[in-house]
């Protein structure tokens, strides 16, 4: 079965400094991997993605992420956090390659904080 | 984009509910999530050309439908009060690599 296990339900950090949100899958096949990110009353927007070939990924708002098959493990960096940061994050996984399904497991998320 | 409706909604115990989505033009597939507080989304089921494609671990009483002019909804009968969750939908369409799925802002239930 899929899972994503998100360490830390609660990130703060000060604005300038480094954002780095862990994330842990578990899948029986090569997965798909997201980050998703969800601000106060809104649904959820892609911040970036993994599919298939350069294991260092980079998003939106400068976010990156980096597949690490050995650990499964899927972290999402920003270098420098912004006040505009702040907002919940989720780390999902697919496994369905090649179907139509594309369900998404998502893990219980992290919440950051960016302190001015 | 994907739009739902309505934003905010209170039922109570018992009662039947329908929450819609518009899927974005020319995607073929909808999913549904509950997302309860604290938590991450939940996959409920998975709408492709108008046919159930998959369902998660939500019994019966939770069922959709999907049109073809790009709308859908989800309903749930007999109302529990742990069904008070966001819930949103996200729209795709079949590509030969992955879904992307798009989602809308969400509906809030609330069940009394």
């Known amino acids: 079965a899929q899972s994503v296990t998100q360490l830390g339900s609660h990130v703060s950090v000060s604005e300038g400094a480094l954002v780095l949100l862990r994330c842990n899958y578990s899948?029986?096949?090569?997965?798909?991997l997201f980050w998703y990110v969800q601000y106060p009353n809104q649904g959820l927007q892609l911040l970036l993605k993994?599919?298939?070939?350069?294991?260092l990924v980079k998003g939106i708002n400068g976010f990156e992420a980096e597949f690490k098959k050995s650990e499964t493990s899927f972290h999402l960096t920003k270098p420098s956090a912004h006040m505009s940061d702040a907002a919940e994050y989720f780390c999902?996984?697919?496994?369905?390659?090649?179907?139509?399904?594309?369900?998404?497991?998502f893990g219980r998320g992290t919440q950051l904080t960016v302190w001015p | 984009g994907v739009t739902q409706s309505p934003t905010h909604l209170i039922k109570t115990r018992g009662q039947q509910v329908t929450l819609r989505c518009s899927s974005q033009s020319g995607h073929n597939t909808v999913s549904w999530y509950q997302q309860a507080l604290g938590q991450g989304p939940q996959f409920i089921f998975q709408y492709y050309r108008e046919e159930e494609n998959g369902r998660g671990n939500f019994p019966p009483r939770f069922s959709g439908l999907q049109f073809p002019n790009d709308s859908s909804e989800l309903n749930v009968n007999a109302l529990e009060l742990d069904d008070s969750a966001l819930y949103l939908c996200a729209s795709s369409v079949d590509s030969q690599l992955y879904n992307e799925q798009f989602f809308g802002p969400g509906t809030r239930l609330t069940v009394l």
């Open positions: 993994y599919t298939t070939g350069a294991t």
């Open positions: 899948s029986s096949v090569p997965p798909y």
């Open positions: 999902a996984v697919s496994d369905d390659r090649g179907s139509t399904l594309g369900r998404l497991y």
